[in-house]
């Protein structure tokens, strides 16, 4: 079954770190875009960061740049995003997701990950 299996995630303190993993089952990355979404209750859902194939570009949201990191691991086929700093306006159920491309971009995502909640206290 192709899928995107993850996990992380969890409840921590404002200020504190999470890291929230997100793994190929039934296929690989290969040259694939890979991204981390956001979406609190009541709000849109956001493009936290993405990153593509090797690595050439990343790109983060305003609201996250400097304390958020993207990463991947081509032979683990997982993609990364380690949350520092974390705020309580981060807390938001996060999904990863797979572009069907390899350029990176916040469009054009065709297989999503179940999501894990991020909560945070103040």
């Known amino acids: 079954q192709v899928q995107l299996v993850q996990s992380g995630g969890g409840s921590v303190q404002a200020g504190g770190d999470l890291t929230l993993s997100c793994a190929a089952n039934?296929?690989?990355?290969?040259?694939?875009?890979m991204a981390w979404f956001r979406q609190a209750p009541g709000k849109e859902r956001e493009g936290v960061a993405f990153i593509s194939f090797s690595r050439i570009s990343t790109s983060y949201a305003d609201s996250v740049k400097g304390r958020f990191t993207i990463s991947r691991n081509e032979t683990k086929d997982t993609v990364y995003l380690q949350l520092n700093s974390l705020k309580t306006e981060d807390a938001a159920m996060y999904h990863c997701?797979?572009?069907?491309?390899?350029?990176?971009?916040?469009?054009?995502?065709?297989?999503w990950g179940k999501g894990t909640l991020v909560t945070i206290s103040s």
């Open positions: 997701a797979k572009n069907h491309g390899e350029y990176g971009s916040f469009d054009g995502m065709d297989l």
């Open positions: 039934g296929w690989t990355f290969g040259n694939k875009c």
